[in-house]
């Protein structure tokens, strides 16, 4: 009797710790469709970033709900400095720590994961920064982020995970989003020096156009910052603004082909004179034509249409209204304010308001 009630008990035991096995794995199973559901979901976002800070607030964001984070921050390492620098950072001011010390130092100095269950009791942590920021850690995950030479460039970190303290599975999947942030970084860099290549190409390619000016030859640089500022004000996406940028000091590229006596002549233009300055949209566009490069198809058409106006009164071809591009009237609104405020041989720089007030009252 004493052995059938015993089996009994052992009985229920056992089923009682299969139900709790089952109802656990059962969580595991929705917290797992939960989360490839949301990688599935920003996976989509993420193809359509090129940026890099929108990337990485995207990567961000997915961590935070993946992992059920509070906060989340990505540090990038200055070597020159010395520093990690908190790049892109939820909730929180900017940070620059030693990048030795502290766990995230240690992550990027050793170039290994590390999960802190109690960050207050592990002589790692360096309590500064919540002091800093009002912030109260209480565990982290952090990973190191490496390049495609095996360096490590930065880390990727979680804190105060929702539920309790960060998981094997949880090391896992962060060291999946430090990989991506590892190569949209260096994606960015390296996106960044052929932008740097192509701009100083560019200026350098204008400058030779304008050193035949010599009033004019100062202002590219000014008046690319002017386009983009007028572009970004008007809702353009962000990488065309960039291309503006880069196509807009090829404006007068065509004053190549005008003879200096013209460029250079200190008086008034004659008529025959004035119609062959005139003519350098013209020159500038055959100089850029045939490209199959976005960027210098829109170097062509700022060439050819920087001096049309709304009316139909500019020049080479009359346009009127929508006939213009918009990069051509981005560009001869900026090359016209600068002017306006830049001191030439005819007339004194205008200051602002003066200028504004000009461009307005030629408006339409």
Same mark, same amino acid.
């Given at each position: ?17 299969r139900i709790k ?41 997915v961590a935070q ?32 720590? *030693? ?27 360096? *309590? ?15 990973? *190191? ?19 309790? *303290? ?28 052929l932008r740097a ?168």
């Amino acid at each position: 009797m004493k052995k059938a009630r015993k089996s009994g008990v052992d009985a229920k035991a056992t089923s009682s710790a299969r139900i709790k096995k089952l109802v656990r794995e059962n969580q595991e199973l929705k917290e797992w469709k939960r989360r490839l559901s949301l990688l599935l979901d920003y996976g989509k976002k993420m193809s359509a970033r090129k940026e890099l800070d929108g990337l990485l607030h995207l990567l961000v964001d997915v961590a935070q709900n993946v992992l059920r984070a509070d906060r989340c921050t990505v540090f990038l390492l200055d070597k020159k400095a010395g520093e990690l620098w908190s790049r892109i950072a939820s909730g929180a001011p900017a940070i620059r720590v *030693p990048s030795h010390k502290g766990i995230v130092g240690e992550t990027v100095t050793h170039s290994r994961v590390i999960n802190i269950h109690d960050a207050y009791k592990d002589a790692r942590f360096n *309590p500064e920064i919540d002091k800093s920021t009002g912030y109260q850690t209480r565990n982290l995950l952090s990973a *190191p982020m490496q390049n495609n030479k095996g360096e490590t460039i930065g880390a990727f970190q979680v804190l105060n995970k929702r539920g309790g *303290p960060f998981t094997r599975n949880d090391e896992e999947i962060l060291t999946i989003f430090a990989a991506q942030a590892a190569t949209a970084v260096e994606n960015a860099q390296l996106y960044g020096e052929l932008r740097a290549a192509a701009k100083d190409t560019i200026f350098r390619l204008a400058s030779a156009a304008e050193y035949k000016d010599m009033d004019t030859r100062n202002h590219l640089e000014r008046m690319s910052r002017f386009c983009a500022i007028i572009s970004e004000e008007i809702g353009m996406p962000a990488e065309w603004t960039m291309s503006l940028q880069l196509a807009a000091p090829m404006h007068d590229i065509g004053k190549l082909g005008v003879p200096d006596a013209i460029l250079k002549k200190p008086g008034k233009l004659s008529d025959e004179e004035w119609t062959e300055m005139k003519r350098h949209p013209l020159y500038g566009a055959e100089i850029l034509k045939g490209s199959d490069n976005e960027l210098l198809r829109m170097s062509q058409r700022v060439a050819l249409s920087h001096h049309e106006w709304w009316d139909g009164s500019g020049y080479p071809h009359g346009l009127t209204w929508e006939e213009i591009p918009i990069e051509g009237r981005i560009v001869t609104l900026a090359d016209v304010f600068d002017a306006l405020t830049s001191k030439r041989c005819y007339k004194p720089a205008f200051d602002v308001e003066e200028s504004l007030r000009i461009v307005r009252e030629g408006s339409g």
